[in-house]
Antibody, heavy 126, light 108 residues
């Protein structure tokens, strides 16, 4: 069964850090780009960051650029999101999602996110 | 940055109605557009990619069209299980992606 399981969320004070993890199974992890997408309570979807199959192509939303770092370990079938200098507006449900393409610096290598985890909740509050 | 504008933000229609949702890009994005469905309390689901390609397992009443700046998602005959919020997402400027604001679909 194709599956993504996120972990690492929790309650954290503003300015602190948190590291999210996503464990993948049921597919060849290193064939595909991966993404983090978040959804604040009662709000829409916001793409946060994405990484190509070989980590050669990485992108961030402007709202997290310089504070968040995406990475992957293909040997461990795992995706990560290091979140530093957290703000109240980072409070959201964070989803890990698999792209149908390998990713890269061209749109032709992306197709949309066909597998999603259940999400992990991050709450930033004092 | 290219902005994605979805309309309407919400709609109410009867079972069996044809429903159309529009997504407009502020600049041309070719056909690099996907559509997602998110039912209340559930994880998003990919419906369509490359503007018009139906994802495997998605009912044929869903269809997508458009290229450049204007795109549509059509539900040919609205069913009760289609109650959800629908999002477009562009990926022309990969690796950076952007979602539209969403369209909430309800049954009248």
């Amino acid at each position: 069964e194709v599956q993504l399981v996120e972990s690492g969320g929790g309650l954290v004070q503003p300015g602190r850090s948190l590291r999210l993890s996503c464990a993948a199974s049921g597919f060849t992890f290193d064939d595909y780009a991966m993404h983090w997408v978040r959804q604040a309570p009662g709000k829409g979807l916001e793409w946060v960051s994405g990484i190509s199959w070989n980590s050669g192509s990485i992108g961030y939303a402007d709202s997290v650029k310089g504070r968040f770092t995406i990475s992957r370990d293909n040997a461990k079938n795992s995706l990560y999101l290091q979140m530093n200098s957290l703000r109240a507006e980072d409070t959201a449900l964070y989803y890990c999602a698999k792209d149908m393409g390998p990713g890269g610096y061209a749109a032709i290598y992306y197709y949309g996110m066909d597998v999603w985890g259940q999400g992990t909740t991050v709450t930033v509050s004092s | 940055d290219i902005q994605m504008t979805q309309s309407p933000s919400s709609l109410s229609a009867s079972v069996g109605d044809r429903v159309t949702i529009t997504c407009r890009a502020s600049q041309g994005i070719s056909n690099y557009l996907a559509w997602y469905q998110q039912k209340p309390g559930k994880v998003p689901k990919l419906l369509i990619y490359a503007a018009s390609t139906l994802q495997s397992g998605v009912p044929s009443r869903f269809s997508g069209s458009g290229s450049g700046t204007d795109f549509t998602l059509t539900i040919s005959s609205l069913q009760p299980e289609d109650v959800a919020t629908y999002y477009c997402q562009k990926y022309n400027s990969a690796p950076s992606l952007t979602f539209g604001g969403g369209t909430k679909v309800e049954i009248k």
